[in-house]
């Protein structure tokens, strides 16, 4: 069995079911494995010349409305059709254009048919992918990716259009299909006003899993989630973990509750991994995963979402009310039992001392409280206010810079956020806070407070495998990196009125104190060693599951 005619065929049968039925495809040996696919399912028209296969493909879709796979091997080949791209893509002509590519081995090592091929048409296409070798590890992203490819050229934000897949292959190139993925590929609900939103009702048991900019309405989410009875769970940045929610998701889903039928996915993704594998449980088990995707992002890190619902938030949360079925009444109220729990433990273990979650939790009641907004670091800092900050009456702002995901400008951000006129808490790392301590040069004189987690280090690698698998001198040269400049000191430096706290009652009076402030301030907050902040994390979720159960 070759993975990569595994490949091909799973393309070419996803392309199939999204109502692809002709390809163009010219000589060549690199394109090998997809060729021999197309052949096997598709109408094959054999062009010569490149550049007037193009133009031949996109005669093929102005005639049937459907993309037309255009098929070519590496080098100038892929070059020859940048001319009918760029004309598909003023036409409004559905393509996917399908170069074939040589292995990163062979690119800048002299190998023979071999250019850079990545953003060859980058300025003309709706969508463009480099998927890389194909590996069986990534069998479940292969349907997704075809599927993608059709949705993006026929019903793409910008009207009909080319795409591009630059598709890498090994030799050898000739080989025997293995058994297909049994997943079928996401399909498209919605792509523009007037098409149906829900072809299947909403029924069963579910799961509403909102992040941020889920809504901008959080009560209509709520009573959506009433009149379904599905629990749902809310991140801090959603702005909806309110009461009646559920804020202790990420230690409750290790326990495994039962199983829902269908999960909604409102907003960016949770950080959770323990709620990712929820997700992917589902799947696994052919449930219905519904991405409801504004941006046209095709959000779907797990590669398990069934079904994209292009269309913003509110509107879909409208039109779900309009078609919701009313489900298991004990659904509802077993979630809300599992919630009732695991904050009481969460509380228990918590009372009294200070830690990254205590401090988490502290921050997002106090903000609800003078209605102030959080700017909350990547790594643990978000990690603990998505996995320990209760549901709360007023649910606090909370802001992040979670486009990319980096500890990069968490200072700066945070100030930028204050200058608008908001009561800014700025929940960080050490290693953050010093990342970016040029935002402090010529401070400006703005309500933010920066709330300082002192670990001596990156606390996130401390819950990764390289914290167990080398030495521990290795690991802190290279992963822990505690910082030899004094928190303290550096703000000191820059004008910045720092206060020490080492007990929760210290915070707590801390933050109250700063609430007056009209000019930034900063809490250094002294906790125990990054292994301890990892005992205590695993501490909470073992007593949780132990209530639950």
């Known amino acids: ?19 692809v039925t002709d390809a163009v495809v010219c000589p060549g040996s690199r394109s090998t494995p997809l060729a021999l696919a197309l052949d096997a399912r598709l109408r094959v028209h054999v062009r010569l010349d490149e550049r007037s296969a193009g133009f031949f493909a996109i005669g093929l879709s102005m005639a049937s409305g459907a993309p037309t796979v255009l098929c070519v091997t590496s080098g100038t080949a892929a070059a020859e059709l940048h001319a009918a791209v760029v004309e598909a893509h003023q036409g409004r002509v559905p393509l996917i254009v399908c170069t074939a590519d040589r292995p990163p081995e062979l690119h800048h090592v002299g190998a023979s048919q071999t250019i850079d091929q990545v953003g060859l048409f980058t300025t003309s296409t709706r969508w463009s992918c480099d998927p890389g070798v194909p590996e069986e590890s990534q069998v479940a992203s292969w349907r997704p990716l075809a599927a993608r490819a059709v949705a993006e050229a026929r ?24 058994p297909l993925p049994a997943r079928p590929g996401p399909t498209l609900v919605r792509s523009r006003p007037g098409a149906a939103l829900l072809d299947t009702p909403l029924e069963g048991r579910g799961l509403i899993i909102a992040g941020a900019n889920a809504t901008s309405d959080p009560a209509g989410l709520l009573l959506l989630g009433e009149r379904l009875g599905w629990p749902i769970l809310a991140d801090p940045r959603s702005r909806c973990r309110l009461p009646g929610t559920i804020a202790g998701a990420d230690a409750i889903v290790r326990t495994q509750p039962s199983a829902p039928d269908t999960v909604v996915l409102l907003g960016a993704p949770w950080l959770s991994k323990a709620v990712g594998e929820q997700v992917s449980s589902v799947a696994a088990a052919g449930g219905r995963v519904v991405c409801v995707d504004p941006w046209w992002q095709w959000t779907d890190p797990l590669a398990v979402v069934s079904e994209f619902h292009h269309v913003g938030g509110d509107e879909w949360i409208d039109a779900a009310r309009q078609a919701a079925v009313p489900t298991d009444p004990e659904w509802l109220s077993t979630w809300r039992s599992y919630e009732s729990v695991a904050q009481a433990v969460i509380e228990r273990e918590l009372s009294g001392e200070l830690s990254e979650p205590s401090v988490a939790r502290a921050l ?5 409280v003078v209605e102030g907004t959080i700017m909350v670091s990547a790594s643990m800092p978000m990690r603990d206010l998505e996995w320990f900050s209760p549901a709360l009456p007023i649910a606090p702002a909370v802001m992040a810079n979670r486009g990319a995901n980096g500890i990069d400008g968490v200072v700066s951000t945070a100030l930028g956020i204050a200058a608008s ?58 992963f822990g990196t505690p910082p030899s400049s004094d928190v303290g000191t550096v703000a000191r430096g820059f004008g910045l009125d720092v206060h020490e706290v080492a007990s929760a009652r210290e915070f707590d009076d801390a933050l109250v104190a700063s609430g007056s402030a009209r000019a930034p301030a900063l809490l250094r907050v002294k906790l125990r060693g990054r292994a301890e902040n990892v005992a205590l994390h695993e501490a909470i979720n073992q007593a949780v599951g132990l209530a639950l159960a």
Do not use: Y
């Not at 997002?364 to 609800?368: I, T």
């Not at 290693?431 to 040029?438: C, E, I, Q, T």
């Open 1 to 19: 069995m070759s993975v990569q005619a595994t490949f091909a065929a799973a393309l070419v049968d996803e392309w199939v079911k999204g109502g």
């Open 155 to 178: 019903d793409g934000p910008l009207g009909p259009g080319p795409v591009h897949l630059n598709l890498a292959f090994r030799e050898p190139l000739v080989g025997s299909a293995g």
């Open 364 to 368: 997002a009641r106090h903000a609800a």
């Open 421 to 478: 006129g908001r009561r800014t808490f700025a929940l960080l790392g050490d290693l953050a806070f010093l990342h970016d301590v040029s935002g402090l040069v010529n401070l400006p004189d703005v309500p933010c407070t920066f709330i300082v987690l002192d670990n001596g280090g990156g606390g996130i690698f401390s819950f990764l495998p390289q914290a167990g698998a080398l030495e521990p001198d290795r690991f802190e040269l290279l």
